[in-house]
């Protein structure tokens, strides 16, 4: 079975433009989560949706960070626009409602801002 | 409010020794912990878990115990093999919500 699967793996980018990471969750999966982790900070929760919907995007730096979840299948994490304190390898993972909260990752997105 | 501390950002261990990963928590409204284990370029993977009914969860070499009083929770591998050298992330989760708040990671080397 695939796993939790993200793309772009890298991204390279110039402060102003916008940036898109996509994920798309282990089939029958109801939960997604978006972290980001630094050195700094360590692996933080951005935003996470249950059945599609979004439940807390209290994690969400700022406003030019947005995240969507159109189906079960797909969500995205959008950031407009860049800047280079935004570089970082930003994660996705997905669980199933019930087990106790093992979230399965993504290999990650390593984004950077230049 | 960093909820979940992992206070020693790296440990250096011999192979064939204990291995004794350490994380403080400051909230305890909690329904159990994680631990997970991360290398290089790929994602976190769940390592071991633990309720908070529970002080003590064991799985082949790895041991989580958890001292509610002191609020500390410790993951202990022995023997260590070269293979445990990665970045291990404590957890703590909630199962009203879903979310989990992790620690900051400590980087573990096993030396041959």
């Known amino acids: 079975d695939a796993g939790v699967i993200q793309s772009p793996r890298h991204e390279v980018t110039e402060m102003g433009q916008e940036v898109t990471l996509r994920c798309k969750p282990i089939s029958g999966h109801n939960s997604l989560f978006w972290y980001r982790q630094t050195m700094m900070r360590g692996l933080e929760l951005l935003i996470y949706f249950n059945n599609n919907v979004p439940i807390d995007d209290s994690g969400m730096p700022e406003d030019r960070f947005s995240a969507k979840m159109p189906n079960a299948s797909f969500s995205t994490l959008k950031i407009q626009p860049s800047e280079p304190r935004d570089s970082a390898v930003y994660f996705c993972?997905?669980?199933?409602?019930?087990?106790?909260?093992?979230?399965?990752f993504g290999p990650g997105t390593r984004l950077t801002v230049l | 409010d960093q909820q979940v501390k992992q206070n020693s950002p790296s440990l250096s261990v011999q192979e064939g020794r204990i291995s004794i990963l350490n994380c403080d928590y400051t909230n305890s409204m909690f329904d159990y912990f994680l631990w997970y284990k991360k290398y290089p370029a790929e994602g976190p993977t769940f390592l071991i878990s633990?309720?908070?009914?529970?002080d003590k969860n064991e799985d082949g070499r790895f041991t989580v115990f958890l001292n509610k009083s002191a609020k500390h929770l410790s993951l202990h591998i022995v023997p260590s093999q070269p293979g445990d050298s990665a970045v291990y992330f404590c957890a703590r989760g909630s199962s009203n919500t879903g979310k989990l708040i992790f620690g900051q990671g400590t980087t573990l080397q096993v030396k041959p």
């Open positions: 993972a997905s669980t199933a409602s019930g087990t106790y909260n093992e979230q399965f």
């Open positions: 633990i309720s908070s009914i529970k």
